[in-house]
C-alpha cells in the first residue's frame, strides 16, 4: 500500500515539475518572441524611414537618433536591423534602394560585416561578404578581392560573385590570378551576373584564353561567344588544338557563333583528330555554318561514326542545303544501313 | 482615388508599398496572407489587387484564377509581384488572367505609376 501511495507521489510531482518547466520555457519563449518583434519593429519603422520620400528622385538621408546609435550596440538589434536591410535591398530599386544604402552606412553595418570577415567559420565570411555586396559597398573591394581565390570553394564563389556584382566587367579581374577551378555552376552565376550589364568592350580576354587554370579558359570562350568577340576568333581557332577535351568542345561551340566563311572547314580538318562528343559538337557547329561545299566531307564521315552521329551528320546535310539529301540520297552508302533508314526520318523532320 | 488590396507576405514590403499607395490617395487593405486576401476581396470588392506570387495559405497564381472565376463582366485587375527568374510563373499568371506584373527588386515609385495607369482607366 505505501508502495503505491510513493509511486503515485512520484508520478505527480514529476508531472507537476513538467509542467512547471513547460511554462517556463513558453514564457522565455513568449519573452524572446515579443522582444524580437519590438527589435524588429524597430528597424522596419528605421528603414520605411530611409525608403519612403515625397519625391521620388530625392534620396534620403534620415537623422539616426542617439537611441538607434545606443541600440546598434545590442548584438540582436543589430543582427534584426541587417537582415531586414538585406531584405528590403533585395526587394527594392531605385532610388528608395540608395536610401537603404546610405541607412547601412549611416548605422555603421558595414564595420560588423567587415569584422565578421576576419571569422574562422566560413559561412559566417561568406555572409558578410554577401552582405558587402547586396549593399554595394564599392570601396571594400580591397578586403573582397583576397576571398576570389581562398581555399573554402563557398567563400570564393561568394567573393567572385560580389566583386562581378560591385564592379561588372572590370569585376572579372581575379580571372588574372585565381588558381582554384571554377565549377560550371559559378560559371552560370557569374554570366548571370554579367548578363544585367552593359559589356562596353571589356578587355581581359585574350589573357583568360592563354590562362594556366582549364576552367578559366573554358570562362573565357564562354565569354568570347556570348559577347560575339570577333577578333579573338584567332586565340580561338588555335584552341581546337588544345590537349584538354573540355577546351576543345567549348572552342568549337564558339566558334559556331564568331564563324568566318572558313570557319566550316577548319571544323571539317579536325574531326577525325577528335574524340565522339567533340565529332558531335563539330557536326552540330557545321550544320550552323556549314556550306554546300562541305557536304562531300559529311559524307565521308558516316562509315566510321556510331549511330547518334550517323543520324546528326545526316540531319546536318539536309539542314546546310535544301539539295543536301539528294545529294547523299545519289550516294551509294544511302542505301547502306542505318543510313537507308535515317534518311526518311530526318526528310520528316524537315516537313 | 481607388480601393486597393495588397497581399505581401513580406511584412516590411507590405507596409512601405502600403504607406506608398496611402500618400497617393488611395485607400489600401492590407494582408499578409493568401487565404485572408481572399477573404477580404469578397468583403470590400477593391477596384484594384496588388498581390506577390509566393504566399502562405493560398499563392498568388491562386488569387489570380480567384479573380477570373468570380468576375462576372468586369473583372478585378491584378498585378503580381515576382521574384527574378519567376518568368514561368509569371507566364501562367497571365494565362490565367493576371493584368500586369512588377519583378523585385523594384522601386516603390514604379508600382505607384503603373498603379496611376489603372486609376486612369477605371475613370
Do not use: G
Given at each position: 500500500m505505501i508502495f503505491f501511495e510513493i509511486v503515485i507521489l512520484l508520478f505527480v510531482g514529476i508531472t507537476l515539475l513538467m509542467i512547471f518547466f513547460m511554462m517556463v520555457s513558453l514564457s522565455i519563449k513568449r519573452k524572446k518572441a515579443g522582444k524580437f518583434k519590438k527589435l524588429k519593429n524597430m528597424a522596419d519603422s528605421l528603414i520605411r524611414n530611409a525608403i519612403?520620400?515625397?519625391?521620388?528622385?530625392e534620396v534620403k538621408i534620415i537623422p539616426v537618433s542617439a537611441r538607434t546609435q545606443k541600440m546598434l550596440l545590442n548584438n540582436d538589434f543589430r543582427k534584426i536591423m541587417t537582415e531586414e536591410l538585406l531584405v528590403a535591398k533585395k526587394n527594392i530599386s531605385g532610388t528608395a534602394a540608395t536610401g537603404l544604402e546610405n541607412l547601412y552606412e549611416q548605422l555603421n553595418l558595414k564595420k560588423y560585416a567587415l569584422d565578421r570577415l576576419?571569422?574562422?567559420?566560413w559561412h559566417v565570411k561568406a555572409k558578410a561578404i554577401q552582405e558587402i555586396g547586396i549593399m554595394n559597398q564599392k570601396e571594400q573591394i580591397d578586403k573582397i578581392f583576397k576571398y576570389t581565390n581562398d581555399k573554402h570553394d563557398l567563400v570564393r564563389m561568394e567573393a567572385q560573385t560580389t566583386i562581378v556584382k560591385l564592379y561588372g566587367f572590370e569585376g572579372l579581374r581575379f580571372l588574372d590570378v585565381v588558381s582554384y577551378q571554377l565549377s560550371e555552376w559559378q560559371q552560370i552565376k557569374l554570366l548571370q551576373e554579367l548578363a544585367q550589364l552593359h559589356p562596353d568592350n571589356f578587355s581581359g580576354i585574350e589573357k583568360w584564353l592563354s590562362s594556366s587554370n582549364l576552367s578559366v579558359i573554358v570562362f573565357a570562350l564562354k565569354l568570347v561567344r556570348n559577347y560575339h568577340r570577333f577578333e579573338l576568333y584567332p586565340h580561338v581557332v588555335t584552341l581546337?588544338?588544345?590537349?584538354?577535351d573540355t577546351i576543345r568542345f567549348e572552342a568549337i561551340s564558339t566558334l559556331a557563333k564568331?564563324?568566318?566563311?572558313?570557319t566550316s572547314g577548319i571544323l571539317i580538318a579536325r574531326f577525325s583528330h577528335e574524340n565522339e562528343k567533340n565529332q558531335m559538337a563539330l557536326v552540330k557547329a557545321i550544320q550552323e555554318i556549314g556550306f554546300f561545299e562541305d557536304i562531300p566531307s559529311l559524307i565521308d564521315f558516316l562509315p566510321e561514326s556510331n549511330a547518334e552521329l550517323k543520324r546528326a551528320i545526316v540531319r546536318t546535310i539536309a539542314n546546310i542545303s535544301p539539295e543536301g539529301i539528294a545529294q547523299l540520297e545519289a550516294h551509294?552508302?544511302?542505301?547502306q544501313y542505318p543510313i537507308d533508314q535515317i534518311i526518311p526520318q530526318i526528310k520528316g523532320e524537315l516537313k | 482615388m481607388m480601393k486597393i488590396l495588397i497581399a505581401e507576405d513580406d511584412e516590411l514590403m507590405l507596409k512601405t508599398l502600403e504607406l506608398r499607395l496611402k500618400k497617393d490617395g488611395h485607400e489600401v487593405i492590407a494582408t499578409s496572407d493568401g487565404r485572408d486576401a481572399i477573404t477580404k476581396i469578397e468583403q470590400h470588392a477593391p477596384d484594384l489587387v496588388i498581390s506577390d506570387?509566393?504566399?502562405?495559405?493560398?499563392?498568388g497564381l491562386e488569387i489570380v484564377a480567384f479573380l477570373a472565376e468570380k468576375s462576372q463582366g468586369r473583372k478585378t485587375p491584378i498585378i503580381i509581384l515576382s521574384g527574378m527568374g519567376q518568368e514561368d510563373t509569371v507566364l501562367e499568371a497571365f494565362q490565367l488572367g493576371a493584368d500586369d506584373f512588377i519583378t523585385k527588386p523594384f522601386s516603390p515609385s514604379e508600382l505607384s505609376v503603373r498603379v496611376k495607369r489603372f486609376a486612369l482607366a477605371n475613370l
Open positions: 519612403f520620400t515625397e519625391d521620388p528622385s576576419k571569422s574562422s567559420s581546337l588544338e588544345h590537349s584538354d564568331i564563324y568566318t566563311a572558313e551509294p552508302i544511302a542505301e | 506570387i509566393m504566399m502562405p495559405y493560398v499563392s
